[in-house]
T-cell receptor, first 112, second 116 residues
């Protein structure tokens, strides 16, 4: 079982819909990252969270440390949001705190 | 565009070939990483270099040989690969602890490798 589990694996939405992608993890962490990967491969960091909630434009990320759970929300989704969204956690044990453990990603397709 | 570049972007090689992947960043970062991304699997950390010193080798087969001549450049030398090594190979870098973005990793576009 992967230490970082994402759901759903695939998500198809119509333009304008509200999107939620979930991430659960089983280890102690110092931070959680949400990443976006477009076709072609490049990965861009969207958020880094250690508590609470962050918002950037139409994207909102929340984390519940006690429940070991994070969500990424997209409001008013658009076809250009189509990408793979990856959750990654940073460990909190000594020398491994630079290491990221990744989920398998959620493939989001937003249709016009 | 994150400031991390990788060449080539695509590579097809036979099992007996020797090739190298290159990663470059001029962001002043001190740590550089190689990741492997296979279909349907999470990103796997392969190697970490910190100030040119290898600090992590995640049980990677010896047919993958990293080289970090300076903090701005990272290579992955490939020889006698297997078809199952076909994947997207991503390079990343991160800034030193004094930088506000210390916990961020900045990824390159990746090299799509196909081993025939």
């Amino acid at each position: 079982k992967n230490e970082v589990e994402q759901s759903p694996q695939n998500l198809t939405a119509q333009e304008g819909e509200f999107i939620t992608i979930n991430c659960s993890y089983s280890v102690g962490i110092s931070a959680l990252h949400w990443l976006q990967q477009h076709p072609g491969g490049g990965i861009v960091s969207l958020f880094m969270l250690s508590s609470g909630k962050k918002k950037h434009g139409r994207l909102i990320a929340t984390i519940n440390i006690q429940e070991k759970h994070s969500s990424l929300h997209i409001t008013a989704s658009h076809p250009r949001d189509s990408a793979v969204y990856i959750c990654a956690v940073r460990g909190n044990s000594g020398g491994s705190n630079y290491k990221l453990t990744f989920g398998k990603g959620t493939l989001l397709t937003v249709n016009p | 565009e994150t400031g991390v570049t990788q060449t080539p972007r695509h590579l097809v090689m036979g099992m007996t070939n020797k090739k190298s992947l290159k990663c470059e960043q001029h962001l002043g970062h001190n740590a550089m990483y190689w990741y492997k991304q296979s279909a349907k699997k999470p990103l796997e950390l392969m190697f970490v270099y910190n100030f040119k010193e290898q600090t992590e080798n995640n049980s990677v087969p010896s047919r993958f040989s990293p080289e970090c001549p300076n903090s701005s450049h990272l290579f992955l030398h490939l020889h006698t690969l297997q078809p199952e090594d076909s994947a997207l190979y991503l390079c990343a870098s991160s800034p030193p602890p004094a930088d506000p973005s210390y916990n961020e990793q900045f990824f390159g576009p990746g090299t799509r490798l196909t081993v025939l």
